[in-house]
């Protein structure tokens, strides 16, 4: 992804969220989405509930799962929903 698309992406999303603002996904975003596989929905619902689905750390669930913590290497939780819509 260049920076130019991920710029755009962030532009985008960030406008969802204003209700004067929102539409529909812009022709040159959707080659975006389509490469990572997610639609404009899943994003916002993602960037909106992010503090409730990832609370200590970010990213898919065998990624978390791979690491540890710092102190005392435990493992992060990671809540049973964000599994199921990390998993997708």
């Known amino acids: ?23 529909t996904t812009p022709v040159n975003l ?13 994003r ?7 503090g409730r689905l990832f609370y200590a ?5 065998p990624a978390i799962d791979a690491h540890r913590s710092r102190d005392g290497g435990r493992r992060y939780k990671t809540r049973h929903d964000t599994r199921e819509l990390m998993s997708v």
Request: hydrophobic share 40%; with cysteine; proline share 4%.
């Open 1 to 23: 992804m260049t920076e130019t698309a991920y710029v755009d992406l962030l532009d985008w999303t960030a406008l969802q969220f204003r209700a004067d603002k929102s539409g």
């Open 30 to 42: 959707q080659p975006v989405f389509d490469r990572l596989g997610i639609n404009g929905e899943v």
């Open 44 to 50: 916002c619902g993602r960037v909106k509930d992010f």
């Open 57 to 61: 750390v970010a990213g898919r669930p």
